[in-house]
Nanobody
């Protein structure tokens, strides 16, 4: 069973930056899609950034221009978060899919991903 592990969460001031990393310890394969999701208290989980193995990306309007998803070494991937706002406070999850998809735009829907991390908390204060 592949388990993703997030790291890099924590606290930041409004306007600051944080970087989240996602790794799959013990897994040597590659990902077709990689994504980041977040869930604030009392709200549904939201897909905010996605990347495919060809380098295409998609972002939610709430983070476009501020957050960047990218692939790191091997099958790791990151979410660089700049110009943080209090509304970015949430639990952040990474997700991945290894199987082929005909989607030309990386999806941000939960159902498109079959491997998930446990989540890491991000708190932004003013």
């Amino acid at each position: 069973e592949v388990q993703l592990v997030e790291s890099g969460g924590g606290s930041a001031q409004s306007g600051g930056s944080l970087r989240l990393d996602c790794a799959a310890p013990g897994y040597s394969g590659s990902w077709y899609f990689m994504g980041w999701f977040r869930q604030a208290p009392g709200e549904a989980r939201e897909g905010i950034a996605a990347l495919d193995l060809f380098g295409a990306t998609s972002y939610s309007d709430s983070v476009k221009g501020r957050f960047t998803i990218s692939q790191g070494y091997g099958n790791t991937f990151t979410l660089q978060m700049n110009s943080l706002k209090r509304d970015d406070t949430a639990m952040y999850y990474c997700a991945a899919r290894s199987s082929y998809s005909s989607d030309s735009i990386p999806p941000r829907a939960e159902g498109e991903y079959n491997y998930w991390g446990q989540g890491t908390q991000v708190t932004v204060s003013s």
